[in-house]
Structures are given as C-alpha cells and as structure tokens.
C-alpha cells in the first residue's frame, strides 16, 4: 500500500509560480515511478508530468514543457512539481499517483496503482 498526500496548491496570478509536494508513505519510495495529474472542472483528468525510480527520466504533456519541472527526493520520500509562468488554463485539482508496477516514467493514468486527495490550483487572470 501507499499513501500520498499533495500538498502546495493554491490561488496564483497568471505568470506566478506554485511548487507542488507530495509525501507518500507505505512502499519503499524509491521502488516505483510517479505522475501529476491534473482535472479542470467539466474535463477529465490529463497527464501533467511523470518521474522514473531514480528520477532520472522524466515526461511531460505538451502543456507543461518549459514551464513544469517535476522532481523528486527519495530521501525525504516527496514529489514536486515546480510551476511557474502559471496560466489560467493551469487551473485544475492537482492529484500525484504512484505505480508499483512499473519504475519508468508513464502518461497513462491506468499505469498508476495509488492516488492521492487533490489539490486546487487556481490562477487568475
């Protein structure tokens, strides 16, 4: 089992930045690949970024590229992502995923086994 709880969000101004965590606990963090998510209301839910094991491949939507980083610690067993030059159309629940099926970066919501909560990123005009 893992356990993951987003953290971060809030309400930015458009070109503003917002760095969201996720702390997981259960499985040895280290062990699994990791995404952000993300659902504007009336849409369903895309694929924002994703991070291997070892954090060292990573993968982005076309919508992230150049302006999100993700990131993670395995020491401190968290996930970001760094937003910056935020858009309106960033505005969305946020949500962090885990796969214990697979340690490679994926876009696909169905590779991920756990969840977490969500959290709002709002970003005015």
């Known amino acids: 089992q893992v356990q993951l709880v987003e953290s971060g969000g809030g309400l930015v101004q458009a070109g503003g930045s917002l760095r969201l965590s996720c702390a997981a606990s259960?499985?040895?963090?280290?062990?699994?690949?990791m995404g952000w998510f993300r659902q504007a209301p009336g849409k369903e839910r895309e694929f924002v970024a994703a991070?291997?094991?070892?954090?060292?491949?990573?993968m982005y939507a076309d919508s992230a590229k150049g302006r999100f980083t993700i990131s993670r610690d395995n020491t401190k067993n968290t996930l970001y992502l760094q937003m910056n030059s935020l858009k309106p159309e960033d505005t969305a629940v946020y949500y962090c995923?885990?796969?214990?099926?697979?340690?490679?970066?994926?876009?696909?919501?169905?590779?991920?086994?756990?969840w977490g909560q969500g959290t709002q990123v709002t970003v005015s005009s």
């Open positions: 995923a885990a796969t214990v099926r697979y340690q490679y970066p994926s876009a696909s919501s169905t590779s991920y086994n756990y």
């Open positions: 259960g499985r040895t963090f280290s062990s699994y690949a």
């Open positions: 991070i291997s094991w070892s954090g060292v491949s990573t």
